[in-house]
């Protein structure tokens, strides 16, 4: 796998676990709470995993890759990058969306010939197992409010964007949907700039800090 | 010299950062110790990769083997940890804490999770039902017993 495949995974999940983490404390109930706060953990620290691979590859280190790129050479795609609260329908749209995207992905990867990547994945698909659960049970709940459904129609072509053409059947299947026009990476939203100065703010302010 | 079984009993003695009633042998993270002289190297699969503690271990397994006179290295093995790791032992000093140790056989499913016979640790009832499948580490879900009606913390299966 290439350092810029590995870097596209990496940065979905920094840049989704961090607007995961903007709900900590504001959420719509406690459970909430530290449902966001622990998702947004797990997938800072699968970040931090394949960035560590990406770096080998690179000659660097995972903090550099996560903190020391300028904002157009991140590999996210728009999907992660929207701020949504204070819209919970969206935002449960949006966690829906990403995590059965992301569980299709990762079953590639566990077919890897590279030793080191199909470990990984192995490992991250036991921990993702915990957000599907999480993602189908408000999907379930929300199914029919109107709010939700507006949601899922206007994030689709934004989901199909997370995955390689070959990968995108199978996610209209899960959803019963046509595949339609994808919102591709490579142009970043405009709210990936206040994100990237507030994330990066520390290490801009002290090269090379450590915490 | 040092012997491998002298450094499993070190090891044995650090208990885990967040957990600190199980040791790191009891979770089941150390998968195997080597030594070659003065040379010692561990096999380590972390549990969650978010976790805070794992730096921590790592530094306290070096830490331990250093003072016994050796020089460590730690390995972090690309296989995965699995709840089923942590040892009967392990598991009865998590029950008797107040913490139900995870149930057997990955993988887990919301159903299984909800419906599934998850004792309480405080009274044993299996009138339990599930309260939150996040709590305040990677690895923990919030359950609450109707039986004695008091909320506890489920090690995750994984």
Request: aromatic content about 8%; glycine content about 6%.
């Amino acid at each position: 796998m290439n350092a810029q495949e590995l870097l596209q995974l990496a940065d979905d999940e920094l840049v989704l676990g961090w607007r995961n983490s903007e709900w900590t404390g504001i959420a719509p109930f406690l459970e909430e709470d530290v449902a966001f706060s622990s998702i947004a953990q797990t997938e800072i620290g699968h970040a931090r995993a394949w960035y560590e691979l990406a770096a080998k590859e690179l000659g660097t280190d995972a903090d550099a890759l996560a903190f020391d790129r300028a904002p157009e050479e991140y590999l996210c795609a728009p999907l992660v990058e929207m701020r949504m609260v204070d819209d919970w329908a969206r935002t449960i749209a949006r966690h829906w969306l990403y995590e059965t995207a992301d569980r299709i992905r990762i079953q590639v990867l566990l077919n890897s010939i590279d030793r080191e990547v199909a470990g990984l994945a192995e490992k991250i698909d036991r921990e993702e197992a915990y957000h599907r659960m999480h993602a189908e049970m408000w999907a379930e709940r929300l199914r029919d409010e109107p709010r939700f459904r507006e949601a899922v129609d206007e994030l689709w072509p934004y989901a199909l964007g997370l995955l390689p053409e070959e990968q995108r059947p199978l996610f209209c299947q899960a959803f019963e949907r046509d595949e339609g026009a994808a919102v591709e990476r490579g142009d970043h939203t405009e709210s990936l700039l206040p994100l990237w100065k507030e994330m990066t703010m520390v290490r801009r302010s002290v090269p090379g800090a450590s915490w | 010299m040092v012997t491998a079984e002298r450094v499993w009993e070190a090891l044995a003695e650090i208990p885990d950062p967040e957990i600190p009633v199980i040791s790191l042998v009891e979770l089941g993270v150390v998968r195997n110790v080597e030594v070659n002289g003065e040379r010692v190297h561990v096999g380590f699969t972390p549990t969650f990769l978010g976790c805070p503690a794992l730096e921590v271990m790592r530094d306290q397994m070096a830490g331990r083997i250093r003072e016994l006179g050796a020089e460590p290295d730690v390995e972090v093995l690309s296989e995965g940890w699995s709840s089923d790791r942590i040892t009967e032992e392990g598991r009865r000093k998590l029950r008797d804490s107040g913490f139900a140790p995870p149930s057997r056989g990955a993988p887990a499913t919301l159903v299984q999770i909800q419906t599934g016979a998850h004792p309480c640790p405080y009274c044993g009832s299996t009138d339990t039902r599930l309260d939150n499948l996040f709590g305040p580490t990677p690895c923990r879900s919030i359950r609450y017993c109707n039986a004695c009606r008091q909320p506890f913390e489920q090690f995750k299966t994984l």
